[in-house]
Structure formats: structure tokens, C-alpha cells
């Protein structure tokens, strides 16, 4: 089995983003797709509004395979109710945070405490970069911040922190941080690294779909992992993250 | 026959490679099918002298089923000799050049000297477009290698065997006039990481015959080009060309 925590409506294309997204789930048996809504890097209220409507409709049109993130940008001031209502309206089952704001901008707590007292995970694009980095762009460092103020939250670090050296290094000492290695790097050793560092128990499997899917599944195959810890990568750790009745100690 | 046209040997200076040896190459192509492939030093991009890693590759790979790739940096003077030499002890069948690490342009002349020894020799070239994702690069950063500069070089080497290694879709997709028109350029699989359905929307715009299964194992994961391939909703014969068939022509030198 396996539930793919990491994927998208991209751009808003919802046709072409949601027939890949369908047709993968068919070819390569998955069983759960976590979506969230991206578009553009600043989006303004209205286009927020729209990315959750496709993953809300998403959601409607195929229960049971998909679950909804809420996309949130800290820096809108209806921020807070666009939460609140993707997540009680909606029955999204976590919030996505892209690029807006560094993860620990202030502006974000309010909507990370939201998240705890639902007891939410909250999905963190996080990517340091050799070139190219964007300007509020989070990286491990910002993770593990956020995670050491509100350890009761449940902070999903997307793409093992772009550069799992730095990213994972930044993260590996905070309980309250899951892992994915989403996205199109396949490097080798990075998945060996990551167990290494936090454990098969903090890492969830995620692709990033549309943008990649097979290579991150051939390193799942390819890495040194007992089958009990592909298994939880594959999909028992994600089935414990989005349990809203386990809660960190 | 199953073959790997990109793999690499020795060691990487930038992390841990846990699967460094050819006892690991050979137990991941076993594991996947592959009876063989085409490997290249990865000391020869960072020694001073590339040959003296090529000297290394030798005493690991001679007399097995792994086909050498010599290193040239064409910047180095006497490179002509290397060739020959490799020619006559290692049984070479092809080059390798890094412009990307040695810090050159495809258009200079001593590439264009590189490619009229190859031609005379008959050996291919392989040309790498890049070795990391340039996002994850440490410590050294790379010279980008322009996807223009590389289709006016191509486009002026219609007689020479050209592999292109590690490409991504956009790449060669902006390069389809060239690489559906030049008969002997050819590119490589571990590039294509991007997009869920990467071959078939690649065989929508790209003739099959140009696409070369390539690992760059250890670097990279191999089963995550071999799924790309494997997993595709195509015909089996095509999937066989892709993974051992199409490289027949590197074995015609």
C-alpha cells in the first residue's frame, strides 16, 4: 500500500493535474493522495480561495483516494478563516505552507496554533538551494525553529529540506518533525541518510505529483530498508500523522 | 542484454557514496536485469592529471563485463595521448567530457580538435550535461551548460556518435529539432526525472531509437530511471531498445 502525502493541483490546471494525479494512482497502486493547490509564488485572497475550491472539489468527486490540504498564506489577513474553513468546511486534513513567508514569520503562528488545537499536520515546503533561493523561501533552519516553539505541532518538512545535508541536519533533533523526500532530486544516498539521522519512523512517502512520482518510489526499492520500514514509509507513518486522535506527548 | 550507459566509479567528493564499489554496481544491474554497461572514472574529473584515474578505473573494471569511458579534459594539453593510450590498454569505447566541471564552452577549438580525434577513431562522445542537481551542489558550483550553446555544438558535429547524459525533459524538448535530425545524437534516461509520465509525453514529440537507458549510478538512484522506463505505458520492444538495444551503436567503434 501507499499513501502518497505530497501532491498537487498545480497551477490550477485542475484537468490535467487531477487526470495524472488519477492515472497514478491506477498505474502504480496508490491508495491516498494528500493534495494541495499551487499556483503562484504571491497569490493574492482570490486565488487561494480558488486553489482550495479544486481540492475541495477534489476531494468530493473521488472520497476515499483523495484528502485536502488547506493552502494558507500568512500574510493575508483573512488567513485564519481560510483555514477555518478548509478544515471545517472542508474536511481538509492539514495545512500547506509554500513560499509567502519564511515557516516562522510571526504571522504564521496564529494559524500553526489553529493547527494544533485541531491536531493537524502541517505541510512545509522547505528547500535550501545552491542558486536560486527564493527570497522568503524556508528552509530546515526555519523548521526546526517553528518545531522548537510549538513541539504539540505536527510539521511535515517537504523535500527532506531540499538539500536533506542541510535540511535534515537542521531537523533531526526535533520529535515533532516528519520527513518527505517529494520532489525530482533521487540522489542515491539521501533516503539511507535520513533514516539514518531521524529513523524510518519520522519519514512519509511523498512524490510531489504532477512534477515527479517513479524516481522517488525507485528510492524507496533501491534503499537499504527492511520491508517493515518500507512498509511505514510507504504508508503506516502517514496513517499516524494524519490521526487527529494521536497526539504528541 | 540490458546495458547502462552512465555509470561511474570511484570517489564522489561532495557526500557519502554508500555503493561505491563494482561489487555494488554489479549486485544493483543484477537486480534490475542489466548485464553491463559503460563507466567512467569519477576521479578523473577532479585529479589534476584525469588519466591517473582512468589508470584506477582500469585495474577495477579490465576483464569484466563493465566497458571503459576515458576522461578527457580537452583544456589539458596532451589529451591526444591519453586517447591512444587508452585505445591500446583499457580497449576504451568512448569519451567523457565535463564541461560543466573543467570549465570550457563546446564551441572552443580544442573541443572541435577532441571531436575530429573521435571521429578518426571512431569512438563516441559522451557529453555530461550536468552530475548534480545544481540546487543541491556544495562547495563547488558548477558553470550551467546553455541548452543554445549545446544544440549549435551538436549541430555541428552531424558525423560523431554524440551521447547526451543526464538532460531533462525541457532540455530536449528545446533541443527535438536537432536531436530527431542529427541520426548519431543520442541522449541518456537519468535526466528525466521531471514529470509523472516522463517517456510517453517524451515519444509524443522524440523518436524512440535516440533514448539510451543511463543510471548515473552511484550518484543517482538506479531504480528510479529503471522504473521510469519499466513503468511506462509503452511497447515492450520499445522499452527493450531503450534499455540495451539502441546502444548497439556504441559498440560498432
Given at each position: 500500500m501507499i499513501i502518497d502525502v505530497h501532491t498537487h493541483i498545480w497551477g490550477g490546471d485542475y484537468e490535467s493535474s487531477t487526470r495524472q494525479l488519477l492515472e497514478a494512482s491506477r498505474r502504480y497502486g496508490i491508495s491516498k493522495l494528500y493534495v494541495s493547490g499551487l499556483k503562484s509564488h504571491y497569490p493574492d485572497e482570490a486565488e487561494v480561495e480558488s486553489l482550495n475550491a479544486d481540492v475541495h472539489r477534489f476531494m468530493k468527486e473521488h472520497p476515499g483516494l483523495v484528502e485536502g490540504y488547506c493552502y494558507v498564506s500568512p500574510v493575508h489577513a483573512n488567513a485564519l478563516d481560510v483555514l477555518k474553513r478548509g478544515i471545517e468546511d472542508y474536511s481538509m486534513a492539514g495545512m500547506k505552507l509554500w513560499v509567502a513567508t519564511f515557516c516562522d514569520d510571526p504571522r504564521a503562528f496564529p494559524l500553526v496554533e489553529q493547527c494544533i488545537e485541531y491536531n493537524v499536520p502541517i505541510l512545509i515546503h522547505s528547500f535550501h538551494k545552491a542558486v536560486g533561493q527564493l527570497e522568503f523561501e524556508t528552509t530546515g533552519i526555519h523548521v526546526a525553529n517553528l518545531a522548537k516553539r510549538y513541539p504539540q505541532a505536527k510539521l511535515l518538512m517537504a523535500h527532506f529540506?531540499?538539500?536533506?545535508?542541510?535540511?535534515?541536519?537542521?531537523?533531526?533533533?526535533?520529535?515533532?518533525?516528519?520527513?518527505?523526500?517529494?520532489?525530482?532530486?533521487?540522489?542515491?544516498?539521501?533516503?539511507?541518510?535520513?533514516?539514518?539521522?531521524?529513523?524510518?519512523?519520522?519519514?512519509?512517502?511523498?512524490?510531489?505529483?504532477?512534477?515527479?512520482?517513479?524516481?522517488?518510489?525507485?528510492?524507496?526499492?533501491?534503499?537499504?530498508?527492511?520491508?517493515?520500514?518500507?512498509?511505514?514509509?510507504?504508508?503506516?507513518?502517514?496513517?499516524?500523522?494524519?490521526?487527529?486522535?494521536?497526539?504528541?506527548? | 542484454m540490458y546495458q547502462d550507459v552512465n555509470v561511474l566509479l570511484g570517489h564522489w567528493p561532495f557526500r557519502k557514496i554508500r555503493k561505491h564499489t563494482l561489487e555494488h554496481l554489479r549486485q544493483v544491474h543484477k537486480e534490475n536485469g542489466i548485464s553491463g554497461g559503460y563507466v567512467s572514472s569519477i576521479n578523473s574529473i577532479f585529479y589534476n592529471d584525469p588519466f591517473d584515474g582512468d589508470e584506477e578505473l582500469h585495474e577495477i573494471i579490465r576483464g569484466t563485463e563493465y566497458k571503459h569511458i576515458l576522461t578527457v579534459n580537452p583544456t589539458l594539453p596532451g589529451w591526444q595521448r591519453d586517447i591512444v593510450t587508452g585505445i591500446e590498454r583499457f580497449g576504451i569505447h568512448g569519451v567523457r567530457i565535463y564541461p560543466t566541471y573543467h570549465d570550457y564552452s563546446l564551441l572552443s577549438p580544442e573541443v572541435s580538435e577532441l571531436c575530429a580525434a573521435l571521429k578518426t577513431y571512431q569512438l563516441p562522445l559522451f557529453v555530461t550535461k550536468r552530475l548534480e542537481d545544481e540546487r543541491l551542489e556544495y562547495i563547488l558550483k558548477t558553470k550551467p551548460l546553455d541548452v543554445s550553446e549545446l544544440r549549435q555544438f551538436v549541430s555541428g558535429q552531424p558525423d560523431l556518435d554524440i551521447v547526451l547524459l543526464n538532460i531533462r525533459f525541457n532540455e530536449i524538448m528545446a533541443m527535438e529539432k536537432e536531436i530527431n535530425s542529427l541520426p548519431r545524437l543520442y541522449f541518456d534516461t537519468s535526466g528525466l526525472k521531471d514529470r509523472v509520465f516522463v517517456v510517453e509525453d517524451l515519444l509524443r514529440k522524440i523518436s524512440a531509437e535516440k533514448i539510451v537507458y543511463g543510471s548515473q549510478h552511484p550518484l543517482y538512484t538506479l531504480k528510479s530511471t529503471f522504473f521510469v522506463v519499466d513503468k511506462a505505458e509503452i511497447g515492450e520492444d520499445v522499452k527493450r531498445g531503450i534499455f540495451g538495444g539502441h546502444a548497439r551503436f556504441l559498440q560498432r567503434g
Open positions: 529540506g531540499g538539500n536533506c545535508y542541510h535540511g535534515i541536519r537542521a531537523t533531526r533533533d526535533c520529535p515533532n518533525v516528519w520527513h518527505d523526500f517529494s520532489g525530482s532530486p533521487f540522489r542515491r544516498d539521501d533516503l539511507d541518510y535520513a533514516v539514518e539521522q531521524v529513523g524510518a519512523s519520522r519519514i512519509v512517502y511523498g512524490s510531489d505529483m504532477p512534477i515527479a512520482y517513479l524516481v522517488n518510489w525507485g528510492q524507496v526499492e533501491e534503499a537499504d530498508l527492511t520491508q517493515e520500514e518500507k512498509e511505514a514509509i510507504y504508508w503506516k507513518n502517514a496513517v499516524q500523522l494524519f490521526d487527529r486522535n494521536y497526539r504528541l506527548s | -
